[in-house]
């Protein structure tokens, strides 16, 4: 058994979309990671969160990394870096540099206001190897201990990564980004994008934390917008 299980999440396993995300990454090294990929067959009744809940049992304790359809990771050794992250930060939640291909941004993580609103946490060339983020990008996520992560299934769509992250802040964790790691979009398939029921489910839930607790992190409070 390999020691990282990267689940891959799709509608269809043969939309163009999908076989390339896969094409992409069977290029990397893969030498110590098992690639698990879940065709739903455009069921769209399951919320995101639940589904991938449970893909991640088939991790039997290792660490996962999830794997957002229609990223492209052009990096070999994107493996390394993203373990390297989680050793050099103690994170218990790793994300790395998104690049958007048609604006160009590279959107590392996302902030939190007090009214639980996303503001993207933009980056030009990083000067860190890596950066506390209270939130990651959805794109790619490493995490080391599967088994403590909770999973909020009521999520229908994407909002769940950011309710991971600030739940494992709120346990005294840590979530951090790579900087030296950076994966593309290519398109994606609909389905899995949060919608305002996910928008109201997390500030009806996380609104007070972020507004009275989250920034007292020494890691994160210089982050604390007004």
């Known amino acids: 058994m390999k020691e990282i299980l990267i689940i891959l999440s799709t509608f269809d396993l043969n939309h163009p979309v999908t076989r390339k995300t ?3 990454i069977k290029k990397t090294d893969l030498s110590r990671a098992e690639l698990f990929i879940a065709d739903s067959g455009y069921d769209n ?6 589904r991938i809940k449970a893909y991640m049992a088939y991790a039997d304790g290792r660490p996962v990394v999830i794997l957002k359809n229609g990223v492209l990771v052009k990096d070999y050794s994107w493996l390394d ?3 390297n992250t989680q050793e050099l930060s103690g994170a218990s939640l790793v994300g790395c540099v998104n690049l958007n291909e048609k604006t160009q941004k590279r959107i590392y993580g996302y902030n939190l206001t007090d009214k639980a609103a996303h503001v993207a946490m933009e980056d030009g060339k990083p000067a860190l190897p890596f950066m ?6 959805p794109g790619l996520i490493f995490i080391m201990h599967p088994d403590k992560i909770e ?5 229908e769509g994407n909002l769940y990564v950011t309710d991971m992250c600030v739940n494992t802040w709120s346990e005294g964790k840590k979530v951090a980004a790579s ?6 979009g290519d398109g994606l398939l ?9 928008f109201e489910h997390f ?16 890691d994160i409070k210089i982050l604390k917008m007004s």
């Open 151 to 155: 999973i909020d299934e009521n999520f």
């Open 132 to 137: 506390y983020v209270p939130g990651v990008s």
């Open 179 to 184: 900087m030296t790691l950076e994966i593309t």
């Open 22 to 24: 896969i094409e992409y």
């Open 45 to 50: 009744e399951e919320p995101f969160s639940r």
């Open 190 to 198: 609909t389905g899995d994008e949060a919608g305002e029921k996910d």
């Open 203 to 218: 500030r009806s839930k996380w609104c007070y934390f972020i507004k009275a607790q989250l920034f007292l992190n020494e």
């Open 81 to 83: 870096k993203l373990t």
